[in-house]
């Protein structure tokens, strides 16, 4: 099993950053790709960005340029660096990890910007 807690959710204002972080524990050995999914009220889940064991990372268009993605080696820790922010990233963000035959989630934290 692995567990999922995200941080750094809040409120911020438009144009602003926020960090989030992904902390994982448990069997993290074989873990394939984490990353970040988010859901605004009445839509679906939707991928952010990931980043597989290799480093590779992968962005929605939507973010691209104005998010980071990144882990410590170890998988323990996954970062969201969010810059740029507009009132359509207001959703509430979820980790993910990812290995052949599992896929876990994490609890979500909001972010709301105001413009």
């Known amino acids: 099993q692995v567990q999922l807690v995200e941080s750094g959710g809040g409120l911020v204002q438009a144009g602003g950053s926020r960090r989030l972080s992904c902390a994982a524990s448990?069997?993290?050995?074989?873990?394939?790709?984490m990353g970040w999914y988010r859901q605004a009220p009445g839509k679906q889940r939707e991928l952010v960005a990931t980043?597989?064991?290799?480093?590779?990372?992968n962005y929605a268009d939507s973010v691209k340029g104005r998010f980071t993605i990144s882990r410590d080696n170890g998988w323990n820790t996954v970062s969201l660096q969010m810059n740029s922010l507009k009132p359509e990233d207001t959703a509430v963000y979820y980790c993910?990890?990812?290995?052949?035959?599992?896929?876990?989630w994490g609890q979500g934290t909001q972010v709301t910007v105001s413009s």
């Open positions: 993910n990890a990812w290995r052949v035959g599992h896929n876990y």
């Open positions: 980043i597989t064991s290799g480093g590779t990372t």
């Open positions: 448990g069997s993290l050995f074989n873990i394939n790709i």
